[in-house]
């Protein structure tokens, strides 16, 4: 009797969690804003959606930086407004998640790097001694700040035209003009 009691709960369970999952709703976007209890989203069509990560598990809802791309599945709350995140998957990581590692050129006679950190702070290699102090993103450029040799209160900026970004290379075009600059990602 026990056992065939189990056996109805077990597969009334099944059937449960059959029909949730049919319902899930889902949506594709661009990271606009993310804060500790909520993700914007950005969609192809323009509409900008709320999503909550109120009380969702981590491993499912991973953390997400803007420019992000994503894929989320979600379901709308009792309320009829709160759409909660039931799972994340980022399709293209954003910049931010990509630029910050060790860049090097070693294809000419000296080798050129940059160190970019994950706290903004940034360090060249073989650059004439560029005393890089930080970076950051403008939209698709790549922002270099300097620490002047004379004066080491004044700064320059430095202002570099992404042309390619992945996991594996960094190609950069100074905005003044000049030669690309072409790295690979150091392990």
Not at 11 to 20: I, N, S, T
Not at 29 to 43: F, P, Q
Request: proline share 5%.
């Amino acid at each position: 009797m026990t056992r065939r009691i189990l056996v109805v709960l077990t597969a009334a369970l099944l059937l449960f969690a059959g029909c949730r999952q049919n319902n899930l709703l889902r949506v594709d976007g661009r990271v606009v804003d993310a804060t500790i209890h909520s993700i914007t989203l950005l969609t192809a069509a323009g509409d900008s959606v709320v999503l909550s990560t109120l009380g969702t598990d981590p491993m499912l809802v991973p953390g997400v930086l803007p420019g992000d791309e994503v894929h989320v599945g979600y379901e709308v709350l009792p309320d009829g407004e709160t759409m909660r995140a039931l799972y994340l998957r980022i399709t293209t990581p954003s910049a931010y998640r990509l630029l910050p590692g060790i860049w090097r050129d070693c294809t000419g006679a000296r080798e050129v790097g940059l160190v970019l950190a994950e706290d903004g702070s940034a360090r060249a290699v073989g650059l004439g001694e560029l005393p890089l102090q930080d970076w950051s993103l403008d939209e698709d450029n790549l922002v270099l700040t300097a620490v002047e040799q004379e004066n080491p209160k004044s700064t320059r900026t430095l202002l570099f035209a992404i042309q390619k970004l992945d996991i594996d290379s960094l190609v950069v075009l100074p905005a003044g003009g000049g030669p690309a600059l072409a790295f690979s990602r150091a392990e």
